[in-house]
């Protein structure tokens, strides 16, 4: 007892208490962050909206046939040009095909395209990024006076030199589209990678004789990765947009494919006479890329307050 007593008077504490675990601690702050962000939403219907509309069209892209179960490649001649109506949601087109099942089917293309395209940003760009941080010097010097030409470049410009030169089809603008978000990747990571190339712990695994490739990917990387992710998720409604441009100009999808750029580009000689066929398809571009804008606003600030 007399032990107890004197333990308690070294540390500070009151007689017979202990310190909290840390085990508790972080599992306080967790419910406490979770609550945050649960009254944050609350308070925002237009998250709530832009979240429900962003899984809708994710689950279209997965499952179509939940939605519609018309064919979207095939048409009925004398369906041709009609209007919205019960049966065709979104009217049908020069070939008697169901609107309404050509924009559920194209969310797939459309999605791939603009994941592959922020899948191949990321990733290269956070290379380059990573490396420019840690290695500095000339390495750094060369790789960031590349990005800057690519950042002088127009993106819409640059990807349409690189689509040029790959060809066409979807894939390919994936990647053109992901090569034009390399440079504003790899300067985020950069900038990570040069606030914590410094901290202890890396300096502490330079001490221990640890590699420096392993104490890049084993500590530097993980540290910085945050801020990107966040960029990565900003970055997906700009995507959505340049892929469906270059779908519009012809360089993506082949015809008959759904693609929602190809849809509004079909569109362009009926708009006299059929408005739907461009409209629609261009209501649900700019819907996906408005609720995955407000989203990743809300990241970029949860993002913001955790740094």
Do not use: C
């Given at each position: 007892?007399?032990?107890?007593?004197?333990?308690d008077?070294l540390?500070?504490?009151?007689?017979?208490?202990?310190?909290?675990?840390?085990?508790l601690?972080?599992?306080?702050?967790?419910?406490?962050?979770?609550?945050?962000?649960a009254?944050?939403?609350?308070?925002?219907?237009?998250l709530?909206?832009?979240?429900?509309?962003?899984?809708?069209?994710?689950v279209?892209?997965?499952?179509?046939?939940?939605?519609?179960?018309?064919?979207?490649?095939?048409?009925?001649?004398?369906?041709?040009?009609?209007?919205?109506?019960?049966?065709h949601?979104f009217?049908t087109?020069?070939?008697?095909?169901?609107?309404f099942?050509?924009?559920v089917?194209?969310?797939?293309?459309?999605?791939?395209?603009?994941?592959?395209?922020?899948?191949?940003?990321?990733?290269?760009?956070?290379?380059?990024?990573?490396?420019?941080?840690?290695?500095?010097?000339?390495?750094?010097?060369v790789?960031?006076?590349?990005?800057?030409?690519?950042?002088?470049?127009?993106?819409?410009?640059?990807?349409?030199?690189?689509?040029?030169?790959?060809?066409?089809?979807?894939?390919?603008?994936?990647?053109?589209?992901?090569?034009?978000?390399?440079?504003?990747f790899a300067?985020?990571?950069?900038?990570?990678v040069?606030?914590?190339?410094?901290?202890?712990?890396?300096?502490?695994?330079?001490?221990?004789?640890?590699?420096?490739?392993?104490?890049?990917?084993?500590?530097?990387?993980?540290?910085?990765?945050?801020p990107?992710?966040?960029?990565?998720?900003?970055?997906?409604g700009?995507?959505?947009?340049?892929?469906?441009?270059?779908?519009?100009l012809?360089?993506?999808?082949?015809?008959?494919?759904?693609?929602?750029?190809?849809?509004v580009?079909?569109?362009?000689?009926?708009?006299?006479?059929?408005?739907?066929?461009?409209t629609?398809?261009?209501?649900?571009?700019?819907?996906?890329?408005?609720?995955?804008?407000?989203i990743?606003?809300?990241?970029d600030?949860?993002?913001?307050?955790?740094?």
């Open positions: 007892m007399t032990e107890l007593m004197a333990a008077a540390t500070g504490q009151p007689q017979g208490s202990r310190p909290p675990s840390p085990d601690s972080v599992r306080e702050g967790v419910v406490e962050r979770a609550r945050r962000q009254r944050f939403m609350l308070h925002s219907p237009g709530i909206l832009s979240i429900v509309l962003l899984a809708l069209v994710l279209s892209a997965f499952f179509p046939g939940l939605f519609t179960s018309q064919d979207p490649l095939s048409g009925v001649p004398r369906h041709r040009l009609q209007g919205p109506s019960p049966e949601l009217g087109d020069q070939l008697g095909r169901d609107l099942s050509r924009v089917h194209g969310s797939a293309l459309s999605l791939q395209a603009t994941v592959l395209a922020v899948a191949v940003g990321l990733v290269v760009g956070s290379l380059l990024g990573l490396l420019a941080g840690y290695l500095g010097g000339r390495v750094d010097d790789l960031m006076r590349i990005a800057d030409v690519l950042l002088a470049i127009p993106n819409l410009l640059l990807s349409l030199a690189v689509v040029t030169a790959l060809g066409f089809g979807t894939v390919k603008v994936a990647i053109a589209v992901g090569i034009t978000s390399v440079a504003s300067r985020v990571m950069r900038s990570e040069l606030r914590v190339r410094g901290a202890v712990y890396v300096e502490a695994a330079h001490s221990s004789g640890a590699r420096w490739f392993s104490v890049l990917f084993r500590h530097v990387l993980p540290n910085s990765a945050g990107v992710l966040v960029y990565a998720a900003v970055d997906f700009a995507v959505i947009l340049q892929v469906s441009a270059l779908s519009f012809g360089y993506g999808a082949i015809p008959p494919a759904p693609e929602w750029g190809a849809l580009s079909g569109g362009r000689d009926y708009l006299a006479t059929a408005w739907w066929l461009t629609l398809p261009g209501l649900t571009i700019a819907a996906t890329v408005l609720a995955a804008n407000r990743s606003r809300a990241l600030g949860e993002g913001r307050e955790t740094r």
